[in-house]
């Protein structure tokens, strides 16, 4: 079983950033996500096995970068100009294999991390 470990969420104020981090046991492709109550799972970010190559969705196109440490196996979110409505549960995912391909839809992974809350208040 392949586990993923995410950390690093907190309660933040609107304006701020946030950095956040997930663990994998191994390298992988790389996606990040998040679910906001009452609302389905939204992709946010991608980055290739190789890392050097990402993909974002509009909503956070400009004010997310996702990046990957593959000697830590390591894939991070980092969260600048953060808006009440970027409050959400934020998970991780991990898709087996090789290459530059980056990966935009939940049943494009094969691993998934338990999220981390991060709540942005006005």
């Known amino acids: 079983q392949v586990q993923l470990v995410v950390s690093g969420g907190r309660l933040v104020q609107a304006g701020d950033s946030l950095k956040i981090s997930c663990v994998a046991p191994?390298?992988?492709?790389m996606g990040w996500f998040r679910q906001a109550p009452g609302k389905e799972r939204e992709f946010l970010a991608a980055i290739s096995w190789t890392g050097s190559r990402t993909y974002y969705s509009d909503s956070v196109q400009g004010r997310f970068t996702i990046s990957k440490d593959n000697t830590e196996n390591t894939a991070y979110l980092q969260m600048d100009s953060l808006k009440p409505e970027d409050t959400a549960v934020y998970s991780c995912?991990?898709?087996?294999?090789?290459?530059?391909?980056?990966?935009?839809?939940?049943?494009?992974?094969?691993?998934w991390g338990e999220g981390t809350q991060v709540t942005v208040s006005s």
């Open positions: 191994g390298r992988f492709a």
């Open positions: 995912a991990a898709r087996r294999g090789f290459g530059e391909r980056v990966f935009t839809t939940s049943q494009d992974y094969d691993y």
